[in-house]
């Protein structure tokens, strides 16, 4: 089954929750060991994919590491055209939506369009907006972050991006952030779109987890949590708060 199709599905029954992984952050029998670990506490996916440093050897490398362990979909959240490997299940063709550089909005989607198909890549197509502080990512991307302040503004960047036709909407407040994307920007989002919404950054308990999806996300990302504390407890509360409400 294509993995869009399997998250549609599994959305019918309730929210989900995606593990990221960073090649750059640990070896690749460490990141295959977290995938491992978070796909027996209930984790719908693993992203991997990274800001900065990763390389065509650690990124093929850490896929079929995670690939050779887990049965749930590996997908690529890619930084760039240069980082794609054929070994994934998919990969979120994503344009950041609040960039100042035409590259990220569309220019490395231009060049890794040929790649993508070449490789037999499923691509599940997905606006991405950087929330404030928006952390290294934003940076990277070269933001305008979204104001905190502005669900107005969110939700016409959710609309934009489901009249595209884009398949899945993220709000990422960028890896470690402070505080996750606010749950009025959320809600705000979610009442509007008729396209799952993502969100992803500053997760660190289950409150905030039960927050997020109570409010209107449909899937959560975690990513620091896991690579940093890989507090089992945590990252369980998390988990367990995304799936509470579909029991």
Do not use: C, W
Request: net charge negative; proline share 5%.
């Amino acid at each position: 089954m294509r993995v869009l199709r399997h998250l549609e599905e599994r959305l019918q029954k309730g929210k989900l929750h995606m593990t990221l992984v960073d090649p750059e952050k640990q070896p690749a029998e460490v990141a295959s060991d977290v995938a491992s670990s978070m796909e027996d506490m209930g984790t719908d996916a693993i992203m991997v994919g990274g800001s900065t440093g990763v390389t065509q050897e650690n990124l093929d490398t850490t896929v079929r590491g995670i690939k050779s362990v887990v049965e749930v979909p590996v997908i690529l959240f890619p930084a760039s055209a240069q980082t794609i490997s054929e070994h994934a299940d998919a990969i979120y063709f994503m344009s950041m939506l609040n960039s100042r550089t035409t590259r990220l909005l569309v220019g490395e989607q231009i060049q890794a369009s040929k790649t993508v198909k070449d490789l037999g890549l499923e691509t599940i197509s997905m606006g991405y907006v950087v929330v404030e502080p928006g952390m290294r990512v934003g940076e990277v991307g070269l933001a305008n972050p979204l104001p905190r302040d502005d669900p107005e503004l969110a939700v016409k960047y959710g609309l934009a991006a489901e009249f595209f036709g884009m398949d899945l909407f993220y709000l990422e407040a960028g890896s470690g952030a402070p505080a996750p994307v606010p749950l009025e920007i959320v809600s705000a989002v979610g009442e509007e779109i008729s396209i799952p919404l993502v969100v992803g950054g500053g997760i660190r308990n289950g409150r905030s987890a039960r927050e997020l999806v109570e409010a209107g996300a449909d899937i959560l990302v975690t990513g620091t949590a896991v690579e940093r504390t890989r507090d089992l407890a945590s990252l369980k509360e998390i988990l367990d708060a995304v799936k509470r409400g579909n029991r």
